[in-house]
């Protein structure tokens, strides 16, 4: 109720305290919250059900029907690659390398060769996505960090 929304999607990142001693002791960081569902392709992590997707979900709530989706066994997770530095993306290597890690499901790069590319919080884009489905959560975040060291990007 605080942001003035009762019900419908929301849309939520915060940052947690990583291993350093040197980060926020306080607990996340609030980076966004919005009336919105998840945006790009990352509505692809999720499993439901009947072959729903999130969208199809939120649009049954949006005009009353009843939403009662079964939830995937085990857990699942996406990377947006992040860009590590501003120029032109030349070359993307190790992708079959990445998409062979036990766990992942799919690795798309989004952004097209000889296109400029600017890292946030300048920038609005990721490089792409990487797709894991395990048992856990750690699985499913060991296999996304081990696919996504794969991946060599050259920026120029």
Not at 76 to 100: F, H, N
Request: glycine letters at 8%.
């Amino acid at each position: 109720n605080a942001i003035g929304l009762l019900e419908g999607p929301i849309h939520a990142e915060l940052r947690t305290r990583p291993q350093a001693k040197n980060s926020n002791e306080a607990g996340p960081w609030l980076i966004e919250m919005a009336a919105r569902s998840i945006g790009g392709l990352c509505s692809r992590s999720l499993s439901f059900g009947d072959n729903l997707t999130l969208e199809d979900i939120i649009l049954r709530h949006a005009v009353g029907e009843p939403v009662l989706p079964d939830l995937e066994a085990g857990a699942s997770g996406v990377m947006m690659i992040p860009i590590p530095k501003a120029g032109i993306l030349e070359r993307v290597d190790g992708t079959l390398a990445a998409q062979a890690i036990p766990g992942i499901t799919e690795v798309v790069i989004s952004i097209a060769l000889s296109q400029e590319v600017v890292p946030l919080p300048e920038g609005d884009k990721y490089l792409g996505f990487i797709f894991a489905k395990a048992e856990t959560p750690e699985e499913v975040e060991i296999a996304l960090r081990q696919a996504h060291a794969k991946l060599k990007f050259e920026i120029n």
